[in-house]
Each structure stands twice: as structure tokens, then as C-alpha cells.
């Protein structure tokens, strides 16, 4: 046993020591995606413009790589540019040029730029790439750990021969902090940062800084070369209470007064409640100085703002800023989401309560008798004045969600019939839709909405209204069943409703307002069968004392009528709605005339002509000769968009086959058949030939031939399609009998239609009405910001209210849009809202209005458009240009307000609260009264020295100071000659 076990205590282990350690793997991670973006040798580009880190565009690419199990993220930020002309000869010649990133640092095109990377900024790079710890990656905190990432970065840059600037992030990323290197042929730039909270009293002022920054480059030289600066103060402008803001809250006290009347209910309000600019920032710039043209030291400054050669200004907006329209919609965009139904936000329902004292068996006798027209004229609050006191017996006037003033002032704007002079039974005017090439025509048609003079579109508003002013959710379930009232009755007496154009419904508009239009139908309809009940009962009169004669003279009135209304409606009379017209049917079975080809017709002649509307030119019956007259014929039903949808589903369900498609073809000639029997009452003994040359001309085909005398005659007979045996056109002409229009049943019920409807309008719940009229609600809103913008005339929002447009064309065309999408239409419209408030509150602040002088107010109005545009203005002339005057001015004022406020609050302050000797705030004697201590103080300083030695190679020295009220930034690029060292 001894013997077997010494080869296995001979084992050992055996250490590879060529394995890559994890901190290896990093580097050549690093560099294999630094070789991926070609970032390998010096690419020098064209010198950089003034301005461009503003305008130009900048790009970015990312990706991730490991330390171990630690995640950082690689991306590379460039600004793009066009590539340099002949960059391989460029390449011989700057083979020993420094990179392009230390030239950079002595660029002075682009100091302080604003809107650009912190890095840019600092340093005044157009390409670099940073690492940093990865979104959900902890902070680099140790010293270690940030030499060990810099050690990596230095040999990685060293292996590749990349010349792009790199940089690691460390520590919290809220304090930006960043180190990195730049190395090229001999040179090396390295990036180093400090920053502090409180800020060392010594480097306040340019001589301090000076200073530091002299010290850190070391240079052996004497006299030190000139260091160049440039220096930037910013000073902040907040109070702005000698300005008030134009805008007021609406007074809805006044929309139910006297004189502003209820007309204020269909406009929407529009601005902002406060003002949406917060803040002015005035930055003034000294550009290019040398060292020793001025002094700025702990005692003396000759940075004076007012004689600042440069000024620039920016605004700083208010952060969702409170604006009516946009408040307007999003609080009736949240009825959308709602579960509540009318019943339940407001009790027990008004028919409800009806029902307890009316008998529901006589319900359907009630709504088919003929409705009595009133002699006296009746208001709105007259029409619900019943169904008001019905209510009250079980919900307190207190209760009530809208008050009557209130409610009355509506109805009276929704309906102004009511208040006119000329009684309600008497047709109402005609609301036509706006001309088709009309720019409010397109977009009520694209947004699926209504006319902007239509009651949907009033109804939508001030339902909006209510929601927002009166009782919220409870003010709009209240004001809808009013509405609904309002509809009934208006069918129960025979009114119009006004605000809708005639005919059938529109399917261009949103659906309620279809229902709206086919339940206006359904009144014309009954008023004109009620008006042919009259004339049918004067016709009856006349026929008994006058005789034949009188009755011939009445059909000859009766058929001019016809003429011009070209309907059937004023010959039926409401008790024979379902007349099947039973006696006629068994006489003509009897006789054996049944309408067909054989036979019929002969018989048919001798029957008596009924229902003739006027005679169709010279044509006559081919087979009698007799007069061919047009009948009296049905309209068709019109529809909504939801029936016919239900009705391409039922003809869709009868399937392919040919049972069904034989059905379908049935279902759908229902109107051919009346026209069929029409047109036999009206002339008896035709043939289908007869129809078909009225009905289908171009089914009856003629042509000329030659009889047995020789005579040349034309002959016609039916087209291929009619000759199909058993096709639907003979199945219907064998069907129809001699009807005339006026005794068949009709095509529409409008009783039952207009039951439909207002049953429809019911059961709808406040979420059910706010979708249908979002889309009007939107319409408006969008009209409205078009009215506002033309009286600012700005180009952004022009451009801005176009994708508004195209953007709710394709989401409100289509039934049930998703929220996500109607919100941001809603935000869209927000945003342009508080540009234009932004707008009037620079040009209220700036008195563009006050100008005398044409081209000054032109200056102001194109120096406000800029500051609603760009990051940053440029403002003409600094300080002695007009617009600079103005902003003087503004600054002035409020340190006249600052002064006496604190002279007002102590007039010994605290010892503890004495301001240090040599402050800044005390340094500056000749801005101190006009200007607030600045906000901001950046310095950039920049040199070209030898460094390590005096024989060393110049290069590039740059540092970037930032100092504001808590925080304290030094950035510095520092270039030394590595030839040597």
C-alpha cells in the first residue's frame, strides 16, 4: 500500500502564469473597441466654426464591457463634421502634429457654449469617449480603484496609437467628475478635475486663479509667456413683480350674468394662470483678454456688466406651467376613464321616476298618437319644466348639481330656437356644412369631429365647461339628461333640433352627432306625415261638397307637392304605419292579377292609376302606349355608421352559398321592391320592360331595324343580366303588386328609429358621451390655438399645430383610439399653449408694444422669437443696444425692490450675519446698485508653454473655472513633452 501511494505524493500543482488576469482582459476590451470605431492614428479635421458646438449635430455610440463582474459603459460622442480634403497627404506632412484634441484647447471660437456636453464645455472637445460605471453599477468611490482605471485607460491608448481624448467617470455621478489622458507622437494631454462645496476665499477672483493655474503648469521659463482669458458672468433675474402677468383666471361668475349672456359658453379659455417664464439669465462676456489689460482682485474688479463687450440671454421656463385650454381638456380627457353611469352619480333616474305614476302598458300608445302641436311658444326652461319638478320631489334644489341659472343659460345657448321670436313648429334654418375647400371643413372631416356651428360641437364645449367649473362629473351627468329631456321632447312635439345640418347623417362625423342627425330625421319625417294627415283630411272634405271636380283639383295641388318634395311621406297618414294593405292583395289574387308577364297586365290596366308624381317626357308604355308616368316613390333609410356595420355583419354571417347569397340579394332589394310596386299603381298594365327603361336605362338596350313594310322602327328588348332566368329584378317584378307608396310599409320607421336613438342617448354614461366628444373637444382646442398663434404669428408653433393635425387624423379617424395616443395630442396641444404664453409674457416684459419706432418694435419681436428658439441670444449692441437697455432696466428695477425689502426687513442685521471683508458682492462698486451679485462666474485661461524643461516642446495649458453659489469646479488640461521623459 506504501508503495502505490508515493507516485500520487510526487503530483503538484502547475501555475500558468501567461494566463490574462481580469485586469488584462479590461485593457484589451478597451482597445478592441477603440480598433471597432476606427478611432486609430490622428484624423485632423477642418478648423472649428464659430458657434458650431451649438448648431452643429452631435452623435454617440455606446457599448458595454466588463472589469470582472463590474459592467461600465463605453460610448464614443463626436461632433459630426465633413471629412478634410486629402487626409493621406495630410497624413505625410502632420505625420509629427499634435492631436486634434490639443488643438482645441486653444480654440476660442466656442468658449462657454450652451446645451452641450459638460466635457465640451470645459474643454472644448469635439470628440471623446468616456467610461463610465454602467446604469445599474455602483459608483467608482476608492483612490485605488480610479488609478487602476487610468492606468488601464493610459496603456490602452499607449497599445492602439488612438489620439481621441479618453475619459473614466468617478465617484457619485450627480458631481460629473472626470479624468482622463489624450496622448499623441511624443506629447500627452492629462485631464484633471477638483471640485468643492465651499469655495476657498483665494480663488474668488482672477488673481487667485492666476495663480493656481501658473503654479500647476510649473514652467521653467522667465518671463512667463501671456496667459489668454476669458471670463463669463451670469447674473439671474427673478423677480419679475413689477411686471404683472397679463393673464387672468376667466370669471365664470359672468358667463351666466346680464350682459356677457351664455355666448361666453362656446369659448374656450387659453393661457397660462401663471407666468410660464421663471427666470432671465444675462450672461455677459469678456472674450480675449491678456493678462494684466484688467484687474480683479479681493479688494477691486473692473468687470463691469454694463461694459461687457458680449452679452447674450436666456430664459429659464417655469416647470408645467398651469394652463386653462390644456387643463380644459385633460379634466374632460379623465371622464373617459369613469365607470360611473348617469343613474348612479345622480340617484334614481328621471324616467325611473316617471314610471311610478305612468302605466308602462300605455307606453307604446303614448308614443304612437298623433303629439298635438302647440299654439303658444314655449322656452327651454318651459320644456323641462315637468321632468324638473319630478326630480325635486326626491333631490332638494340644493342638491342639484348645476343651479337653474347656470343650466338655463346652456340650454338657452344650445338652443336658441327657443328664445327667437318665431315659434318653435315653424322650420328652423338650415345649418349647412361649411364649403368643401374650407381649411375648418378638412379638419373637422380629418379629426372625425362636427362642424364647428353644429350642437354637437357646443354640446362638447360646454360640457367641457361644466365638468371643469360646475360640479365636475355630477354637473356633466346633469346637464346630459337635461339634454336628453330636451331630445324627446322635441320629438314628441314635432320641433327641429337646431344646429344640424339636413339630410341623413354624416358619416364623416363622430357618431353621436350622426345619432343626433338621424333623430332630426325621424322629427321631419313625422312633421311631414302629420302635414299630409291634414291635407289628406281637407282632400277628404273637399271630395264630399264639391264633387269630382274639387277632388281633381286637389290631386292636381297634391301633385305639384309631390314635385317639388319628392316625397311618399305626405300621402300616409300615421294610422296605416303597418298597414299591409290586405284588401288589395286578395282582389288582385282573386282577378288573377298578380303583376306578372302573362296576363297581369291586361287586367292591371283597368285599374285606377294612384300615387303619379309627373310624366316622365314623352316616353309611353310599350304595349298600350299610354303616358309613361314616374311614381310616387320611398326614400331610402338613412343610416348610421353603427347599423351598417350591423347590417354587414348579418349579410356577412349568411355565408357563400348560394342559399344565402340568394337571401342576401333579397335583403338588399327591399327598396327596389317598393319602387317595383310604385311604379305599377302608378301605371297599370306595365311590363318590366316598362320599369326597366325609367329604373336602369342602360339594361334596355335599342336598336334600329326594318319591319315588313320596309319601314326603319327601333326595337328594343332587356340587356344580358335582366335575361338571366330567375334573376333578382323578375323574382321582384313577379312579387310586387300594385301599391302605391303611400300604403306600404315603410322603408323607415321613424318611430322606432327615434326610439332607437333616444333610448342610444339614455344608457350613455359620462365616460361613453366624454369619447364621443373628445374629438370635438380636440377640433376646438386646435381652432383655437390657430386663432392665438396668428395673433403672435411664430413660425415654430406653425410647424408645431401641423403635426398636431396630422398626428389626430390618424388616431381620431379611427373608432376607439388608446389613451397613450389621445394624451399625447392633449400634451402636444399643452406645449403649444404655454409657447404662445411664453411668448406674450417676453413681449409684455419687453414692451414690444410700446415701440414707436417701427424697425426697434420689428428688433424686439424677432429678439423675443429668439429667445423662444434658441438656448441662447446674442443680444445686439450688449448693454447700449435697445434690447439691452431694456433688460438693464429690468435688472434695476428689481434691485430697487431687493434694497428696500431688506431695509424694511432689519435695519441692524445680526453680527453673525455680516458679510466677510473683501466679498464679492462688495468688490463690484460700479454694478453693485444696478446689477444682484452674479450667479455664475466662469473663467477660461489659457497658455503655450514648454513642459517638463525649458527645451521641451510648447504645447497647449487650458483651465476652466466655475464658481456659483454652492459649488466650486477647476478643469484642467495640462500637455507635457514625453520625448525625453
Given at each position: 500500500m506504501a508503495a502505490d501511494s508515493e507516485p500520487e505524493s510526487e503530483v503538484f500543482e502547475i501555475t500558468d502564469f501567461t494566463t490574462a488576469s481580469e485586469w488584462e482582459r479590461f485593457i484589451s476590451k478597451v482597445e478592441e473597441v477603440l480598433n471597432d470605431w476606427k478611432l486609430i492614428g490622428n484624423s485632423l479635421g477642418k478648423p472649428l466654426e464659430k458657434g458650431i458646438f451649438t448648431?452643429?449635430?452631435?452623435?454617440?455610440?455606446?457599448?458595454?464591457?466588463?472589469?470582472?463582474?463590474?459592467?461600465?459603459?463605453?460610448?464614443?460622442?463626436?461632433?459630426?463634421?465633413?471629412?478634410?480634403?486629402?487626409?493621406?497627404?495630410?497624413?505625410?506632412?502632420?505625420?509629427?502634429?499634435?492631436?486634434?484634441?490639443?488643438?482645441?484647447?486653444?480654440?476660442?471660437?466656442?468658449?462657454?457654449?450652451?446645451?452641450?456636453?459638460?466635457l465640451v464645455r470645459w474643454y472644448g472637445l469635439r470628440e471623446f469617449v468616456v467610461i463610465a460605471p454602467a446604469a445599474n453599477s455602483d459608483a467608482v468611490l476608492s483612490e485605488s480603484k480610479c488609478n487602476l482605471l487610468l492606468s488601464s485607460v493610459s496603456i490602452a491608448l499607449?497599445?492602439?496609437?488612438?489620439?481621441?481624448?479618453?475619459?473614466?467617470?468617478?465617484?457619485?455621478?450627480w458631481r460629473r467628475m472626470y479624468v482622463g489622458e489624450c496622448q499623441g507622437p511624443g506629447v500627452r494631454t492629462d485631464f484633471e478635475m477638483v471640485h468643492l462645496r465651499k469655495v476657498p476665499n483665494q480663488y474668488t477672483h482672477l488673481s487667485g486663479l492666476l495663480d493656481i493655474f501658473k503654479s500647476k503648469i510649473g514652467c521653467p521659463l522667465t518671463p512667463l509667456p501671456p496667459v489668454s482669458i476669458a471670463i463669463r458672468f451670469t447674473y439671474v433675474l427673478?423677480?419679475?413683480?413689477?411686471?404683472?402677468?397679463?393673464?387672468?383666471?376667466?370669471?365664470?361668475?359672468?358667463?351666466?350674468?346680464?350682459?356677457?349672456?351664455?355666448?361666453?359658453f362656446g369659448k374656450l379659455p387659453f393661457g397660462a394662470?401663471?407666468?410660464?417664464?421663471?427666470?432671465?439669465?444675462?450672461?455677459?462676456?469678456?472674450?480675449?483678454?491678456?493678462?494684466?489689460?484688467?484687474?480683479?482682485?479681493d479688494v477691486y474688479s473692473d468687470l463691469d456688466p454694463l461694459q461687457a463687450p458680449h452679452w447674450s440671454v436666456r430664459v429659464r421656463k417655469a416647470d408645467n406651467p398651469q394652463c386653462l385650454l390644456g387643463d380644459f381638456v385633460t379634466e374632460f380627457f379623465k371622464i373617459c376613464r369613469r365607470k360611473e353611469s348617469t343613474d348612479e352619480i345622480l340617484g334614481r333616474s328621471t324616467f325611473e321616476e316617471e314610471g311610478r305614476d305612468v302605466d308602462i302598458s300605455h307606453a307604446l300608445s303614448k308614443l304612437t298618437e298623433p303629439a298635438p302641436v302647440p299654439i303658444h311658444k314655449l322656452s327651454v326652461s318651459n320644456m323641462v319644466h315637468t321632468a324638473k319638478k319630478k326630480i325635486r320631489k326626491h333631490r332638494g334644489a340644493d342638491e342639484s348639481p348645476l343651479n337653474n341659472d347656470v343650466l338655463n343659460t346652456i340650454l338657452l345657448f344650445l338652443f336658441p330656437d327657443a328664445a327667437s321670436e318665431k315659434p318653435l313648429e315653424a322650420p328652423l334654418t338650415d345649418n349647412s356644412n361649411p364649403p368643401s375647400d374650407g381649411e375648418e371643413y378638412n379638419l373637422y372631416n380629418q379629426f372625425k369631429s362636427a362642424p364647428s356651428d353644429s350642437l354637437t360641437y357646443k354640446l362638447a364645449l360646454c360640457l367641457c365647461m361644466i365638468?371643469?367649473?360646475?360640479?365636475?362629473?355630477?354637473?356633466?351627468?346633469?346637464?346630459?339628461?337635461?339634454?336628453?329631456?330636451?331630445?324627446?321632447?322635441?320629438?314628441?312635439?314635432?320641433?327641429?333640433?337646431?344646429?344640424?345640418?339636413?339630410?341623413?347623417?354624416?358619416?364623416?362625423?363622430?357618431?353621436?352627432?350622426?345619432?343626433?342627425?338621424?333623430?332630426?330625421?325621424?322629427?321631419?319625417?313625422?312633421?311631414t306625415r302629420d302635414e299630409g294627415r291634414k291635407t289628406g283630411a281637407s282632400d277628404n272634405l273637399a271630395q264630399a261638397f264639391s264633387g269630382d271636380a274639387a277632388k281633381d283639383s286637389l290631386k292636381d295641388a297634391d301633385k305639384e307637392k309631390g314635385e317639388v318634395g319628392k316625397s311618399w311621406d305626405s300621402w300616409s297618414d300615421s294610422e296605416e304605419e303597418f298597414f299591409e294593405c290586405l284588401s288589395d292583395t286578395e282582389d288582385l289574387k282573386g282577378n288573377g292579377q298578380e303583376g306578372g308577364k302573362k296576363g297581369g297586365p291586361k287586367e292591371m290596366a283597368n285599374l285606377k292609376p294612384e300615387g303619379r308624381l309627373r310624366q316622365h317626357g314623352k316616353l309611353t308604355l310599350l304595349h298600350n302606349g299610354e303616358p309613361l308616368?314616374?311614381?310616387?316613390?320611398?326614400?331610402?333609410?338613412?343610416?348610421?355608421?353603427?347599423?351598417?356595420?350591423?347590417?354587414?355583419?348579418?349579410?356577412?354571417?349568411?355565408?357563400?352559398?348560394?342559399?344565402?347569397?340568394?337571401?342576401?340579394?333579397?335583403?338588399?332589394?327591399?327598396?327596389?321592391?317598393?319602387?317595383?310596386?310604385?311604379?305599377?299603381?302608378?301605371?297599370?298594365?306595365?311590363?318590366?320592360?316598362?320599369?326597366?327603361?325609367?329604373?336602369?336605362?342602360?339594361?334596355?338596350?335599342?336598336?334600329e331595324v326594318v319591319d315588313e313594310k320596309g319601314n326603319v322602327v327601333l326595337k328594343g328588348e332587356l340587356s344580358a343580366r335582366?335575361?338571366?332566368?330567375?334573376?333578382?329584378?323578375?323574382?321582384?317584378?313577379?312579387?310586387?303588386?300594385?301599391?302605391?307608396?303611400?300604403?306600404?310599409?315603410?322603408?323607415?320607421?321613424?318611430?322606432?328609429?327615434?326610439?332607437?336613438?333616444?333610448?342610444?342617448?339614455?344608457?350613455?354614461?359620462?365616460?361613453?358621451?366624454?369619447?364621443?366628444?373628445?374629438?370635438c373637444v380636440i377640433h376646438a382646442s386646435v381652432l383655437k390655438v390657430k386663432e392665438e398663434e396668428n395673433l403672435e404669428n411664430i413660425s415654430s408653433v406653425k410647424k408645431i399645430i401641423k403635426q398636431i393635425i396630422s398626428h389626430s387624423s390618424k388616431v381620431l379617424h379611427f373608432p376607439n383610439p388608446e389613451d397613450k395616443k389621445l394624451e399625447e395630442i392633449i400634451h402636444q396641444i399643452t406645449n403649444v399653449e404655454a409657447i404662445i404664453a411664453r411668448a406674450r409674457s417676453l413681449k409684455a416684459k419687453f414692451g414690444t408694444e410700446k415701440c414707436e419706432q417701427e424697425e426697434e418694435k420689428e428688433d424686439l419681436e424677432r429678439f423675443v422669437s429668439c429667445l423662444l428658439e434658441q438656448p441662447e441670444v446674442l443680444v445686439i449692441g450688449a448693454g447700449r443696444g435697445h434690447a439691452g437697455r431694456i433688460i438693464h432696466k429690468l435688472f434695476v428695477n428689481a434691485q430697487r425692490l431687493t434694497e428696500s425689502s431688506d431695509e424694511a426687513a432689519a435695519l441692524s442685521p445680526p453680527e453673525e450675519e455680516l458679510k466677510r471683508p473683501g466679498a464679492p458682492e462688495e468688490r463690484r462698486p460700479s454694478a453693485a446698485s444696478d446689477f444682484p451679485p452674479p450667479a455664475g462666474r466662469e473663467l477660461l485661461l489659457r497658455t503655450t508653454v514648454p513642459r517638463p524643461a525649458p527645451y521641451s516642446r510648447a504645447l497647449p495649458q487650458r483651465m476652466y473655472s466655475v464658481l456659483t453659489k454652492e459649488d466650486f469646479r477647476l478643469a484642467g488640461a495640462f500637455s507635457s513633452d514625453t520625448s525625453f521623459f
Open positions: 448648431s452643429g449635430t452631435w452623435e454617440e455610440k455606446s457599448d458595454e464591457i466588463f472589469f470582472a463582474d463590474f459592467k461600465f459603459s463605453v460610448t464614443h460622442h463626436y461632433l459630426v463634421q465633413e471629412s478634410s480634403d486629402k487626409e493621406e497627404g495630410k497624413d505625410e506632412l502632420l505625420e509629427d502634429a499634435v492631436p486634434q484634441a490639443m488643438q482645441d484647447l486653444l480654440c476660442m471660437n466656442n468658449d462657454f457654449p450652451p446645451r452641450a456636453h459638460c499607449g497599445n492602439t496609437g488612438c489620439q481621441v481624448p479618453l475619459f473614466v467617470q468617478i465617484h457619485h455621478k427673478q423677480d419679475w413683480q413689477q411686471y404683472f402677468w397679463p393673464q387672468q383666471p376667466p370669471d365664470i361668475d359672468a358667463l351666466v350674468g346680464g350682459e356677457v349672456g351664455g355666448l361666453e394662470c401663471e407666468d410660464p417664464i421663471s427666470e432671465l439669465h444675462l450672461a455677459t462676456t469678456w472674450p480675449n483678454l491678456t493678462e494684466g489689460i484688467i484687474v480683479d482682485n365638468n371643469f367649473y360646475h360640479g365636475g362629473l355630477k354637473g356633466v351627468a346633469h346637464l346630459w339628461q337635461e339634454f336628453v329631456l330636451e331630445m324627446r321632447f322635441r320629438w314628441e312635439n314635432n320641433f327641429l333640433i337646431p344646429g344640424l345640418a339636413s339630410g341623413p347623417p354624416d358619416l364623416r362625423c363622430c357618431l353621436l352627432h350622426q345619432k343626433l342627425q338621424m333623430l332630426n330625421c325621424c322629427i321631419e319625417r313625422k312633421r308616368y314616374i311614381p310616387i316613390t320611398q326614400e331610402p333609410a338613412p343610416m348610421t355608421e353603427d347599423l351598417l356595420e350591423e347590417q354587414s355583419e348579418v349579410l356577412a354571417k349568411l355565408g357563400t352559398s348560394a342559399e344565402g347569397a340568394h337571401l342576401r340579394a333579397r335583403m338588399q332589394s327591399a327598396c327596389l321592391l317598393s319602387d317595383m310596386e310604385s311604379f305599377k299603381a302608378a301605371n297599370p298594365g306595365c311590363y318590366l320592360e316598362d320599369f326597366v327603361r325609367w329604373y336602369s336605362p342602360r339594361d334596355y338596350i335599342e336598336e335582366m335575361k338571366i332566368p330567375s334573376n333578382m329584378w323578375v323574382e321582384a317584378w313577379e312579387t310586387a303588386k300594385p301599391i302605391p307608396a303611400r300604403r306600404q310599409r315603410r322603408l323607415f320607421d321613424d318611430t322606432r328609429e327615434a326610439e332607437k336613438v333616444l333610448h342610444y342617448l339614455a344608457v350613455q354614461k359620462p365616460a361613453d358621451l366624454a369619447r364621443h366628444l373628445l374629438p
